[in-house]
């Protein structure tokens, strides 16, 4: 058995309680984080500084009590090291100022293994983290879906109706592959030389899963969700891996892959999830994060999920990020409240 | 049998073949839409205007071929005529200038049958509509439901994270039913209002509906949509209600009430929606509206609903609006296939 609860937990192993983090933990709810970052200068700054960076992704640790960190870092790195030209405008989230079109486009994005060596400051930041985390604590590395990335990819930006890539699915689909493919290349090298650095799991984050009506996901997201989780597993089978993809509660009849948790959001219910999935893998989440306004709130769905669960093949989290107005002292309270359902 | 096989349809009369509109078909895909748009000065200008409001309402049944026409207005002319303070800024979408924080705020508000009473451009449009529609057409009249409604009411505009409003459902869920339960008798009113000035069917949208997790949609959604179709039931028996609660598939065990059409959302699986309502419930739509941006994948699409619904107790449509820049040639192809598909 490994020192560290929440490994044990996501290979299914018992564990003495339920473990617990909460995505988005090392963020702007916290007036720690908001010194450092102003430190920084800006959020990509912040990316790019191992020593902060380090610091932001401790703090959580430290001042809510979760029983696992995970790395500070950006979805969008992974775009911007493959040539693309990423900058977040205050108040419009990210930009790139080129968003790929066509095959040319593609081409002459740096792809592979030499994007992924380009990556060196999220490495620094492993090794920094893994330094002066606790031996019982996990460190979780993370990437964005191949789907996911792609979006800003084409879009350029964030978007509502992703009508840009969406036409490109539906009328032009070798070439959505065609990213799709490049991406997971790179990926596949970047969690790789993550867990060469000393991350303990990964996390792929699908956050646009519920752009693709349900008959196309596989094609264009999870099947490369699930190489990605093949090419690590080969060669670290130790190393467990959650997948998370947002808002489809209508696909959970046709996942598949060899991983070891599935990410639940707050769209599905945990109920069906553990129905669907939990004999097959075990489940993270899922409370509505907006249920941190309110410590009641919290309480009842802790304890429903509690129930649900039953304190086996469980990880407790939040169904989506933790939002930047909600005061700390009930972050701590839904760490509490997990640990005190779970018997810690 | 009515002389609309719409209306047929959506009673669940067997009909020559399946009927098919498309949601938010006046729009800006339409150049003749957007040509009496400009004329108008702007969107809210539109709305206000029976004349031109008539106008695009008919363009899709002339130029697409549509078996209904939708009344062009929009969602919020509501809350305006409540008393909040609508604007349309360019490129941002809605706003309200005094959004409501407080029991106060809501009180201040004008109600009921008051406030239904100031929508009378709403009612002279339909009127306008009906005097020019062909007899074998239906005119669809429609309202947002009160949740959707109250999003706006209460962030002031359009919002990725609704946290203003989950806050309050969280922290103080008696202040957010005192405003559904407000808008709900206005809408209950509005539409009884449009009901007599000659609409032939109600659709209720609740465009934001995936925004509360399924545990709490009846609560704090689906219960005021029944109590609407309730109410006008109880007057107007012979008037079918569409009910399209956007992105619900984990709710779809827990629908009930008493209305005749359920729209499907792109996001949930037509097959599963027959499964789990087509005994109870006719049911609409579902074509993922960016298949628009290519022939292939509407007719691909086309068939495959038709092979599920098999012709009976069903509707085509779209899972959501179309987008703008959908060539108006593959908004005609869908019609089409439909009508063929169907054997018209």
């Known amino acids: 058995m490994s020192s560290k609860i929440f490994v044990d937990a996501c290979l299914g192993k018992e564990?003495?309680?339920?473990?617990?983090?909460?995505?988005?933990?090392?963020?702007?709810?916290l007036p720690e984080y908001m010194a450092v970052r102003?430190?920084?200068?800006?959020?990509?700054?912040?990316?790019?500084?191992?020593?902060?960076?380090?610091e932001v992704t401790l703090q959580p640790v430290d001042i809510v009590g979760v029983d696992a960190a995970i790395l500070f870092s950006d979805i969008l790195v992974i775009p911007d090291e493959m040539g693309m030209d990423l900058s977040f405008v205050k108040g419009e989230g990210p930009k790139f100022s080129d968003p790929i079109e066509t095959e040319a486009d593609i081409d002459r994005l740096i792809g592979g293994e030499e994007a992924a060596d380009k990556l060196t400051y999220v490495y620094d930041t492993i090794k920094l983290i893994r330094e002066q985390l606790a031996d019982d604590k996990a460190l979780i590395g993370f990437t964005g879906a191949p789907w996911t990335l792609a979006t800003y990819m084409i879009e350029g930006q964030g978007t509502k109706t992703y009508n840009i890539c969406k036409k490109m699915m539906y009328a032009n689909p070798t070439l959505l592959h065609k990213i799709l493919?490049?991406?997971?290349?790179?990926?596949?090298?970047?969690?790789?030389?993550?867990?060469e650095a000393g991350i303990d799991v990964v996390q792929i984050f699908d956050s646009w899963a519920a752009a693709i009506e349900p008959s196309m996901y596989d094609e264009f997201s999870w099947k490369y969700m699930v190489e990605i989780a093949d090419y690590l597993k080969s060669k670290y089978p130790h190393i467990p891996i959650i997948m998370f993809p947002k808002g489809v509660p209508a696909f959970l009849d046709?996942?598949?892959?060899?991983?070891?948790?599935?990410?639940?959001?707050?769209?599905?219910?945990?109920?069906?999830?553990?129905?669907?999935?939990?004999?097959?893998?075990?489940?993270?989440?899922?409370?509505?994060?907006?249920?941190?306004?309110s410590k009641e709130a919290t309480?009842?769905?802790?304890?429903?999920?509690q129930e649900i669960?039953?304190?086996?093949?469980?990880?407790?989290?939040?169904?989506?990020?933790?939002?930047?107005?909600?005061?700390?002292?009930?972050?701590?309270?839904?760490?509490?409240?997990?640990?005190?359902?779970?018997?810690?």
Chains 1, 2 share one sequence.
């Open 15 to 29: 564990t003495p309680y339920t473990p617990v983090w909460m995505m988005r933990q090392a963020g702007r709810y």
């Open 38 to 54: 102003a430190e920084a200068g800006d959020f990509l700054n912040l990316c790019h500084n191992p020593e902060k960076a380090c």
């Open 181 to 195: 493919a490049k991406v997971t290349e790179v990926v596949k090298y970047y969690m790789e030389k993550q867990i």
């Open 254 to 293: 046709q996942v598949y892959g060899n991983f070891d948790v599935f990410g639940v959001d707050w769209g599905t219910p945990m109920a069906l999830a553990k129905e669907k999935l939990g004999d097959r893998y075990v489940l993270q989440g899922n409370m509505e994060p907006c249920r941190l306004y």
């Open 299 to 305: 309480t009842s769905c802790v304890e429903g999920i």
């Open 309 to 344: 669960m039953g304190g086996k093949r469980h990880i407790f989290n939040l169904g989506h990020g933790i939002l930047p107005d909600v005061p700390v002292e009930h972050a701590k309270h839904f760490v509490s409240e997990c640990q005190r359902v779970s018997g810690k």
